[in-house]
């Protein structure tokens, strides 16, 4: 009973580098969504997907891309990373949007140095 | 602009006492609340909601009050215990807007 997996929980990124940041759920759950949270703030919502192959940007969207090619599966990809992108990212899945609680994995903390 | 806010950031009670949460927020066009608890290196986990044509809702220790005219909630919890330590997010409708959260320590 995995729920929402993350992937990988820690990295250091260098100024400029790439990388992308695994989410998978196992619930079969429609919605999906990245948030990050930086320290002494709340969540906020990066993109987030409704089904495969549809995706739609949040609040903060800049310096990130998302792709939904399976109901399972929603990477976060940062294509030049920045020292604003330092930040516990959150991804969460949820069977509908409105009404239904959100189930959330256990985060990546990101430094970018 | 903080459309969901939550003005204290922490909060001590004594065990076996009550703890109230606030959270207010802006948008009246908000239609659904929830809210969640999370413990350190851990996600949010959800805790209790409530729809905007309710006023309370109630499960076990926790109770979520809204009041729609003042456009406030609250989370009541009876009687605090230690494992409620945590931080508490409240956050309004479908994408979810989160308030900054508040970190509540029940101590002994």
């Known amino acids: 009973n995995a729920g929402v997996t993350q992937t990988p929980k820690f990295r250091i990124l260098k100024i400029g580098q790439s990388m992308t940041l695994q989410c998978a759920q196992d619930?079969?759950?429609?919605?999906m969504y990245w948030y990050r949270q930086d320290p002494g703030m709340g969540l906020k919502l990066i993109y987030y997907s409704v089904g495969a192959g549809i995706t739609d940007k949040g609040e903060v969207p800049n310096g990130y891309n998302v792709s939904r090619s399976t109901t399972e599966d929603f990477p976060l990809r940062l294509e030049l990373a920045a020292p604003s992108q330092t930040s516990v990212y959150f991804c969460a899945s949820s069977p509908h949007r409105e009404s239904q609680p959100q189930h959330f994995g256990d985060g990546t903390r990101l430094s970018i140095l | 602009d903080q459309q969901v806010k939550q003005n204290s950031p922490s909060l001590s009670v004594q065990e076996g006492r009550i703890s109230i949460l606030n959270c207010d927020y802006t948008?009246?066009?908000?239609?659904?609340f929830l809210w969640y608890k999370k413990y350190p290196a851990e996600g949010p986990t959800f805790l209790i909601s409530?729809?905007?044509?309710?006023d309370k809702n109630e499960d076990g220790r926790f109770t979520v009050f809204l009041n729609k005219s003042a456009k406030h909630l609250s989370l009541h919890i009876v009687p605090s215990q230690p494992g409620d330590s945590a931080v508490y997010f409240c956050?309004?409708?479908?994408?979810?807007?989160f308030g900054a959260g508040t970190r509540l320590a029940v101590h002994p």
């Open positions: 956050a309004a409708s479908g994408e979810l807007i």
């Open positions: 619930m079969n759950h429609n919605y």
């Open positions: 409530i729809s905007s044509i309710k």
């Open positions: 948008n009246s066009m908000f239609d659904y």
